[in-house]
């Protein structure tokens, strides 16, 4: 299979990397000529998974055009370049669209799968999520996630295309639900990364955490998710992994904040995208228009956008009013 | 109010301290007269929680006939005595009881809350669980809990006379999830800590534990629990914590077997016990009963008790056939 991997950040090369090694003929689309030139040079990237070879049989590129002859085309930018990366790619009418991105289109709040719906209507979409670093993938390190298509052939295409005894793929038509765990779980992992910046423990992390899963169901519900999906890898799964997991840039960026970092200026110094601190402004319109309260976003929004204290933020938080779950 | 704690564990001292904190005449009872000399001589605990002092207003004793007085009795003992320390007690009949034990009665796989029926079947019963580090309580960390009754009124009660701005407790009547959900996560964090010992990431921890949801959810709802509570804090929360959080005594056993223990050394190495080790025993017989699949727990059991390799259970449980979620 012809297999194109679109941005090349960690999670785009690793997922590179893994089709690769299951055999496909993978392309590896770079923003950057550099990173492309040093990955086909050198076998390694130059600013990210640090150790880390790439194999030979991996082709770079900084030349978009390469996706006319994908068989599958996985979208790897961050959520802010979504919609321009979409309008680039010249996909094949049998192409098959997997988006790897967790983020919201600032502007509007709209899932990656709604934007591909207006810009590439004829080609079948799959949403890829769950409890992945990158660094373990390359490792590795046995990791399981969610193939979401309103399609099951198209579900266990992608399946059947990854999987192998490290990586394991299991099938869902949640594609909302998929979509939208994946991106509200940044949010709630910098709130994580601000309890223990402040130096709370485990018990407070642990509640927090239980509440954010809280809010996250409200939306998904009432996006039209499904409940299995919470409880799944790319709910619960992936929601403990960046909630608690040191690799997890969300998380680290709260963490900065919590120890008494300036959350623009943290923001701005982070290397990699925390999509967390963007997608908090586009949930909190979405949470409203939906009639949904998440008050673990609304705090992280006004954290970043309107100057409120991180302590105030997490004691406001932990003492809402005495009721039951 | 009049409260009693049964058990002078690091759980039962931070709960008696915590009564203590919230005003009501607190008494101790500690098995070993030692704990309750010393805490009463010197305001320490000789072998738990160190380096925290207990309040002059806590009375220790280590004669059980004070419960005569007791408006509230904790009941905070290993599972293994939980039988017994309810044959000692003399309740009277307005007395409540609250379970903060988190395992089962090994010969019968009983719940607390079942083995209390028997034995004080007049007295109203409460479970009391969640993320709940006995050090951080002790530290005052923001915590919150679950009282679960059937009756309201008494949920209510045990949730006034807990909580406080450090602690809060939520009100729930699923009084089976939430018993099951506190048992079953300890040998979830033995199979957690495995994995870490095996030296993987967080992915496979992320997938295990996910993992380890699905199978406590089966036997929950097959028990007559509800996904609620599942999804709260005696459920995720709860086990978030066990699984993740360092002060884990069943993920640290489950570490050093990981890391080559023998797994029986292990356990009887163990300071405090580790619930989940002989949770699964009765677990295993509880799922086979209700006809319900439990992969995690039976390798638990088998990595203890028939000498399965660790690293053979942990690639088992990451190889099983693709499917979907």
Same mark, same amino acid.
């Given at each position: 299979?012809?297999?194109?991997?679109?941005?090349?950040?960690?999670?785009?090369?690793?997922?590179?990397?893994?089709?690769?090694?299951?055999?496909?003929?993978?392309?590896?689309?770079?923003? #950057?000529?550099?990173?492309?030139?040093?990955?086909?040079?050198?076998?390694? *990237?130059?600013?990210?998974?640090?150790?880390?070879? $790439?194999?030979?049989?991996?082709?770079?590129?900084? #030349?978009? /055009?390469?996706?006319?002859?994908?068989?599958?085309?996985?979208?790897?930018?961050?959520?802010?370049?979504?919609?321009?990366?979409? /309008?680039?790619?010249?996909?094949?009418?049998?192409?098959?669209?997997?988006?790897?991105?967790?983020? $919201?289109?600032?502007?509007?709040?709209?899932?990656?799968?709604?934007?591909?719906?207006?810009? *590439?209507?004829?080609?079948?979409?799959?949403?890829?999520?769950?409890?992945? $670093?990158?660094?373990?993938?390359?490792?590795?390190?046995?990791?399981?996630?969610?193939?979401?298509?309103?399609?099951?052939?198209?579900?266990?295409?992608?399946?059947?295309?990854?999987?192998?005894? #490290? $990586?394991?793929?299991?099938?869902?038509?949640?594609?909302?639900?998929?979509?939208?765990?994946?991106?509200?779980?940044?949010?709630?992992?910098?709130?994580?990364?601000?309890?223990?910046?402040?130096?709370?423990? *485990?018990?407070?992390?642990?509640?927090?955490?239980?509440?954010?899963?809280?809010?996250?169901?409200?939306?998904?519900?009432?996006?039209?998710?499904?409940?299995?999906?919470?409880?799944?890898?790319?709910?619960?799964?992936?929601?403990?992994?960046?909630?608690?997991?040191?690799?997890?840039?969300?998380?680290?960026?709260?963490?900065?904040?919590?120890?008494?970092?300036?959350? /623009?200026?943290?923001?701005?110094?982070?290397?990699?995208?925390?999509?967390?601190?963007?997608?908090?402004?586009?949930?909190?319109?979405?949470?409203?228009?939906?009639?949904?309260?998440?008050?673990?976003?609304?705090?992280?929004?006004?954290?970043?956008?309107?100057?409120?204290?991180?302590?105030?933020?997490?004691?406001?938080?932990?003492?809402?009013?005495?009721?039951?779950?």
């Amino acid at each position: 299979m012809n297999v194109l991997v679109v941005g090349a950040g960690s999670w785009g090369s690793a997922l590179a990397v893994l089709a690769v090694r299951r055999g496909h003929r993978t392309v590896l689309w770079a923003r #950057d000529p550099e990173v492309s030139r040093t990955i086909s040079a050198e076998g390694r *990237h130059p600013r990210r998974l640090e150790g880390f070879g $790439f194999p030979r049989e991996l082709v770079t590129t900084s #030349d978009v /055009g390469r996706a006319e002859i994908a068989d599958l085309a996985i979208l790897a930018v961050p959520s802010s370049a979504v919609r321009e990366a979409l /309008g680039l790619l010249k996909l094949p009418p049998r192409a098959t669209l997997v988006s790897a991105v967790k983020g $919201f289109e600032i502007g509007t709040g709209n899932r990656v799968s709604q934007i591909a719906a207006e810009i *590439h209507p004829g080609n079948a979409f799959c949403a890829l999520s769950g409890p992945t $670093f990158a660094r373990e993938v390359m490792r590795g390190d046995p990791t399981a996630a969610v193939a979401a298509s309103q399609d099951g052939g198209i579900a266990s295409l992608v399946q059947r295309s990854f999987s192998g005894s #490290d $990586f394991r793929l299991y099938r869902s038509d949640d594609v909302a639900g998929v979509e939208l765990c994946g991106g509200l779980k940044n949010i709630i992992a910098i709130a994580a990364g601000i309890v223990s910046g402040l130096g709370l423990g *485990h018990n407070t992390l642990a509640a927090l955490v239980t509440r954010g899963l809280a809010e996250i169901a409200r939306l998904v519900l009432a996006q039209g998710g499904r409940e299995k999906t919470l409880l799944g890898l790319a709910g619960v799964g992936d929601l403990l992994l960046t909630c608690t997991g040191s690799l997890s840039r969300n998380r680290r960026l709260g963490e900065a904040i919590g120890r008494g970092a300036v959350p /623009g200026a943290a923001l701005e110094q982070s290397v990699e995208v925390a999509e967390g601190a963007l997608a908090c402004l586009a949930v909190a319109r979405l949470a409203e228009s939906s009639g949904v309260e998440m008050p673990i976003t609304e705090s992280v929004r006004r954290v970043f956008y309107e100057g409120l204290a991180p302590r105030e933020a997490i004691e406001n938080l932990m003492t809402r009013e005495l009721k039951s779950e």
